[in-house]
Nanobody, 128 residues
């Protein structure tokens, strides 16, 4: 059974950093396409970054240059390093996974329905 467990969220001041983790169970992350998404209060869920089996990535323009996705295959864990955080980054952050890898990286960044498996989320709050 596929399970994703996020951690690492918290409260930081503007300009601070956080590293989110997404531990995967029931499958090997290198065989799936994955992504990080976020949902701010009152807003729709939006893609932050998507990564394919080859390690290629696509970032949302709003986080490009500030966020970095990585994975540790030995730990079967996906990470999201977030730097230069802004109040507008405040949201619940989710990792997602799918074996079918529908579309390309851009498609999977825009269409969250392309992912079948989701974690429970971890809250990130950035204060000004």
């Amino acid at each position: 059974q596929v399970q994703l467990v996020e951690s690492g969220g918290g409260s930081v001041q503007s300009g601070g950093s956080l590293r989110l983790s997404c531990a995967a169970f029931g499958y090997t992350i290198s065989t799936y396409c994955m992504g990080w998404f976020r949902r701010a209060p009152g807003m729709e869920r939006e893609g932050v970054v998507s990564i394919d089996r080859s390690g290629r990535t696509r970032y949302a323009d709003s986080v490009k240059g500030r966020f970095t996705i990585s994975q540790d295959n030995a730990k079967n864990t996906l990470y999201l390093q977030m730097t230069s955080l802004k109040p507008e980054d405040t949201a619940m952050y989710y990792c997602a996974a799918d074996f079918s890898c529908q579309g390309d990286l851009h498609f999977r960044l825009l269409v969250s329905d392309a992912f079948k498996y989701w974690g429970q989320g971890t809250q990130v709050t950035v204060s000004s």
